[in-house]
């Protein structure tokens, strides 16, 4: 069952969305050569205290930090410690969520450590930002949930095949194990959203005003294919190439899409797509 939210329980989302925005604005900060991926969880952690709010990573399933810290070719869930220390020309993907009064914020973004980055990595960021943006313009009332999975499946395709010089690298690698998902009083709920067309999957649920997704595409340089590590968390490519993830939490509304884990709602972004953004419960 789709759990459909109220006007005032979406606002409670935009309040925990708000939360994860300023763990983005702070960790992206601190992603700087020579920090630990454990000095980023601090940092996330010193943020949601200071809002007053709660993680919904720290302890899920298990799972032992506040972030997911994702370094070159972690697609996802990578565990921050203090081995792992970020160098210049390194990616970090970092995915994080906060709970308010019991609603759930869910987002992720690729940062980019230090300097002199290759051309193909900042396609690839670009790339994978990009087609989360063209999910969430799909976010419509009428539409259905392939419409969404459709839209940033075409977004990845109709771009230029990845190079090194004059060289192709192939296709982009749309992750195929790991999707976004309904979210609300939990991070993970019905539906799943695939980033990718599936024949088998149906074309899903109607989008209605109170319906609440977080849209979050993974793209590789290389194979969509997958593994996990022996700490059952860590998920990399297959053929080790670097990979980038983005993620927002969006919910429908009678007024447009509103973009919960966007400090300005989506406002900004959406009016590039010709697409007027809701306005802000909390403005």
Known sequence: MVQIKTPEQIAKMREAGLVVAAIHAATREAAVPGATTRDLDEVARKVIADHGAKS????????????????????????????????????????????????HGDAAYTAFVGTGHAPELVELSRVTEESMWAGIAAMKTGNRLVDVSRAIETYIKRQPRPAVGDHSLGRYGIVEDYGGHGIGTEMHMDPHLLNYVSRKRGKGPK?????????????????????????????????????????????????????????????????????????DPLA
Not at 74 to 103: F, M, N, Q, R, Y
Not at 213 to 241: F, K, N, Y
């Open 56 to 103: 919904n990573f720290l302890g899920y399933g298990g799972f032992p930090a506040t972030i997911c810290t994702s370094v070159n070719e972690v697609v996802v869930h990578g565990i921050p410690d203090d081995k792992t220390v970020l160098k210049d020309g390194d990616i970090i993907s970092i995915d994080c969520g906060a709970i308010v009064d019991g609603w």
């Open 207 to 279: 989008l209605v005003p109170g319906f609440c997704l977080a849209i979050e595409p993974m793209v590789s340089l290389g194979t969509p294919r997958t593994e996990v590590l022996e700490d059952d968390w860590t998920v990399i490519t297959t053929d080790g190439t670097w990979s980038s993830h983005w993620e927002h939490s969006v919910a429908v509304t009678e007024e447009g899409p509103l973009v919960l884990t966007a400090v300005d709602g989506g406002k900004a972004k959406l009016a590039e797509l010709g697409i007027t953004a809701a306005p």
